[in-house]
């Protein structure tokens, strides 16, 4: 198990440039609408252009991941973080800018798909809740420290959002130079070289158990390039990831990390504060995850989605009569809630479900159905912002009203979803059939 955890932990550190990279617009959008003169098209253009790369990323990883491997691919997620980071850091021209900004989603959304399917297919299935969940955890330390550099930096002037972006180059180089320690997936190995390459494999992670279940799988299955993912018998755990990642990004999660500042800049917080009050949340995120992640595994991934969902719908309607000018100096504490309910449950179970959800010969393509999902939706989300809120009188209060009753529509969905604890990832099929 040493090394179990040594690996995800490894795969996990895409997850921290994943987060990094989605909250680190939020202490730059202002900055940048300014210096290139943008109207609220283009600035919601320049704060989702990395979503629109990111939609584009997790459509291609599950294809890549199948035909060259999980750990190729983990590779090209790390240059492409770097060449991102850099790239944003040093562009003259907003044209520039644009570009890496993509590139940058690229990884994201590659990485979205091949960190958690990875990690799901080096666990043992009584861990495999806490170990994908390491990716989650990765996610929201990067969204923390994201906004802990934004207010270390907010101060050095006209280039701050220079810093901003570029520092993310450090840890991508990190990771692309610790990829070399992990071996190929076990899982991925049964079913392209054969059930010989795989036990080498999961005799490194001490499971031998998992190498017979392996070994049946891959005599049974065609090799994943040949399974197509649309047939009858995957339609089940097909709706259940499609909706499960559009009612993720329907609770409003990724306007309030790409917007923070300037939501409480609505809420009348001078811009220091504005600046300050995102670590507040970055800090919540983290916390919430780690307690949504030491239990997923006994509770479940059904009842902490229950959970968390009438938590959020309280919280956002506090949000939007709090923008609204009723009690908006308790702003804070509501998207705190609100964080805290998402991190427990939405953010918590998310990547777990996609990456488990699947048996094993498509699981990386219904991963990328998934996941492609949840960044479409997310663009969307991010581009409409700034126009609903600038348009409208009262758009704060409109868009907020719009995610709660959202959210009261993922609760009857969540009621329909099966409980994937603690199952073989091989004996899926059964769970959503």
């Given at each position: 198990?040493?090394?179990?955890?040594?690996?995800?932990?490894?795969a996990?550190?895409?997850?921290?440039?994943?987060g990094?990279?989605?909250?680190v617009?939020?202490?730059a959008?202002?900055?940048?609408q300014?210096?290139?003169?943008?109207?609220?098209?283009?600035?919601?253009?320049?704060?989702?252009?990395?979503?629109i790369g990111?939609?584009?990323?997790?459509?291609?990883?599950g294809?890549?991941?199948?035909?060259?491997?999980?750990?190729?691919?983990?590779?090209?997620?790390?240059?492409?973080?770097l060449?991102?980071?850099?790239?944003?850091?040093?562009?003259?021209?907003w044209s520039?800018f644009?570009?890496?900004r993509?590139?940058?989603g690229?990884?994201?959304?590659?990485?979205?798909?091949?960190?958690?399917?990875?990690?799901?297919?080096i666990?043992?299935?009584?861990?495999?809740?806490k170990?994908?969940?390491?990716?989650?955890?990765?996610?929201?330390?990067?969204i923390?420290?994201?906004?802990?550099?934004?207010?270390l930096?907010?101060?050095?002037?006209?280039?701050?959002?220079?810093?901003?972006?570029?520092?993310?180059?450090?840890?991508?180089?990190?990771?692309?130079?610790?990829?070399?320690?992990?071996p190929?997936?076990?899982?991925?190995?049964?079913?392209?070289r054969?059930?010989?390459?795989?036990?080498?494999?999961?005799a490194?992670?001490?499971?031998?158990?998992?190498m017979?279940?392996?070994?049946?799988?891959?005599?049974?299955s065609?090799?994943?390039?040949?399974?197509?993912l649309?047939?009858k018998?995957?339609?089940?755990?097909?709706?259940?990831?499609?909706?499960l990642?559009?009612?993720?990004q329907m609770?409003?999660?990724?306007?309030?990390?790409?917007?923070?500042p300037?939501?409480?800049e609505?809420?009348?917080?001078?811009?220091?504060?504005?600046y300050?009050?995102?670590?507040?949340?970055g800090?919540?995120?983290?916390?919430?995850?780690?307690?949504?992640?030491?239990?997923?595994d006994?509770?479940?991934?059904?009842?902490?989605?229950?959970?968390?969902?009438?938590?959020?719908?309280?919280?956002?309607?506090?949000?939007?009569?709090?923008?609204k000018?009723?009690?908006?100096?308790?702003?804070?504490?509501?998207?705190?809630?609100?964080?805290?309910?998402?991190a427990?449950?939405?953010?918590?179970?998310?990547?777990?479900?996609?990456a488990?959800?699947?048996?094993?010969?498509?699981?990386?393509?219904g991963?990328?159905?998934?996941?492609s999902?949840?960044?479409v939706?997310?663009?969307?989300?991010?581009?409409l912002?700034?126009?609903?809120?600038?348009g409208?009188e009262?758009?704060?209060?409109?868009?907020?009203?719009?995610?709660a009753l959202?959210?009261?529509?993922?609760?009857?969905f969540?009621?329909?979803l099966?409980e994937?604890?603690?199952?073989?990832?091989?004996?899926?099929?059964?769970a959503?059939g």
């Open positions: 198990m040493k090394n179990v955890w040594k690996y995800a932990l490894i996990s550190l895409g997850g921290f440039l994943f990094f990279e989605t909250a617009i939020s202490g959008e202002q900055i940048i300014q210096l290139w003169q943008l109207d609220a098209f283009w600035h919601g253009l320049t704060v989702s252009i990395s979503l990111t939609i584009l990323g997790a459509l291609l990883a294809g890549y991941a199948e035909k060259y491997g999980r750990k190729p691919v983990l590779a090209l997620i790390a240059l492409l973080y060449f991102s980071a850099i790239g944003c850091g040093l562009s003259p021209i520039l644009l570009l890496f993509f590139l940058g690229l990884a994201v959304g590659v990485s979205s798909v091949v960190g958690p399917v990875y990690i799901s297919e666990a043992p299935a009584k861990d495999r809740g170990l994908t969940g390491l990716f989650q955890i990765m996610i929201v330390s990067g923390f420290v994201a906004y802990l550099t934004n207010f930096f907010a101060g050095l002037g006209d280039n701050a959002w220079r810093y901003m972006l570029g520092i993310m180059a450090l840890p991508a180089a990190l990771f692309y130079a610790l990829l070399r320690l992990l190929e997936s076990p899982r991925w190995l049964a079913l392209h054969g059930s010989e390459a795989a036990h080498v494999v999961f490194r992670l001490g499971q031998a158990s998992a017979a279940d392996s070994a049946d799988s891959s005599a049974t065609t090799p994943q390039q040949a399974t197509s649309w047939q018998r995957y339609s089940k755990p097909i709706v259940f990831a499609v909706l990642a559009f009612f993720n609770t409003g999660i990724n306007a309030i990390l790409y917007y923070a300037r939501i409480f609505m809420a009348g917080f001078d811009a220091q504060l504005a300050l009050q995102p670590i507040f949340i800090g919540t995120n983290v916390l919430f995850t780690l307690l949504g992640m030491s239990i997923i006994r509770v479940g991934r059904k009842k902490l989605l229950l959970l968390g969902a009438v938590g959020m719908f309280v919280f956002l309607l506090l949000t939007a009569f709090g923008l000018g009723e009690h908006s100096s308790f702003l804070l504490f509501y998207i705190i809630g609100f964080i805290g309910c998402f427990l449950s939405q953010g918590a179970v998310i990547w777990v479900f996609l488990e959800i699947f048996p094993n010969e498509v699981r990386a393509k991963s990328s159905l998934g996941s999902t949840h960044w939706f997310a663009a969307i989300i991010s581009w912002f700034p126009v609903v809120v600038e409208f009262q758009g704060g209060f409109y868009i907020f009203l719009f995610y959202m959210v009261v529509l993922s609760f009857v969540i009621l329909l099966p994937t604890k603690g199952k073989d990832l091989e004996s899926m099929k059964d959503t």
